[in-house]
């Protein structure tokens, strides 16, 4: 038996009136206010009852099996608190859902392109890990939030979302928290989904991505202190200097397709004022 929770973050597209008018078998929990990632999910697990949870975005569609797949693996692996499927982009490609932990290193990686460059390295294949394709049943440090199903057994000993982390980051601190309290966190290909990713950053996508940036900042201070924090406030202002330097040279000799550049331009430009005077009135979309 399969039990339903929608928790409506104060939507505006009448999407939870469709709920309600023909799906009255679901449970729909409407916020007054946008709760965030981290506690609309805690709200849903606190009135979820079944053995096994499923954290689904809404932009995310449910391929034939996949919570049969995942559900069927946590019955077979008791030391496994936290499984996630493959997961395929809206135009049919791979979306890397398997990361590992942010450390100095796979951030020094990213920093100078080393996971580009060296991409089929697993030493420099960064967070990422591009050296893998992802077709194999893995344990890896992290699964994407956009979906997964965890064992009820292991979330009532890990507990729930940090709510600190409003938007982004919240599944980096989630899986941690998954192994440090002993339970193996496990890739599963054999269950499928699609996401349709950047339904929320995509009204907004410099905002989100400064967004982005104070989730990570509040990450490594919680696990790393202030200078764990001050390392990557450092390295990140080192990213965007380097990629202010690369997106003007590209858009200088003219290989700017669809304004890409322009927009990568704006986006490293506006974190790396916000990175260094912590105001966000200088993002304007």
Request: charged fraction near 20%.
């Amino acid at each position: 038996m399969q039990e339903v929770i929608v928790v409506d973050n104060a939507s505006t597209d009448g999407s939870s009136e469709v709920v309600a008018e023909h799906f009255p078998e679901v449970t729909l929990i409407r916020s007054s206010q946008n709760l965030g990632f981290a506690r609309g999910n805690n709200v849903g697990l606190k009135l979820a009852s079944g053995d096994y949870l499923a954290l689904v975005n809404s932009d995310v569609i449910v391929q034939a099996g996949c919570f049969e797949a995942l559900a069927a693996f946590l019955e077979n692996n008791s030391e496994v608190g936290l499984v996630g499927p493959k997961v395929f982009g809206r135009d049919g490609g791979l979306q890397r859902t398997c990361r590992r932990f942010p450390t100095i290193w796979n951030m020094l990686c990213r920093v100078f392109l080393l996971d580009r460059v060296f991409s089929r390295w697993s030493l420099f294949s960064g967070r990422e890990m591009r050296h893998w394709s992802q077709d194999t049943q893995k344990e890896v440090d992290v699964l994407s939030g956009c979906f997964w199903m965890a064992r009820r057994q292991a979330v009532e000993k890990v507990g729930g979302l940090d709510e600190r982390f409003f938007f982004y980051a919240e599944d980096i601190d989630w899986c941690k928290r998954f192994w440090n309290q002993g339970w193996k966190v496990v890739f599963v290909p054999k269950a499928t989904a699609t996401h349709f990713d950047g339904g929320s950053s995509s009204n907004a996508p410099l905002r989100y991505n400064i967004e982005m940036l104070r989730a990570n900042i509040a990450y490594w201070r919680k696990y790393y202190g202030l200078t764990g924090q001050a390392a990557f406030v450092f390295l990140s202002i080192i990213h965007h200097v380097i990629r202010l330097i690369l997106f003007g040279l590209k858009k200088v000799v003219g290989n700017d397709r669809n304004g890409e550049t322009v927009y990568k331009l704006k986006r490293s430009l506006f974190s790396l004022c916000w990175l260094l005077t912590g105001k966000d009135r200088v993002v304007k979309g």
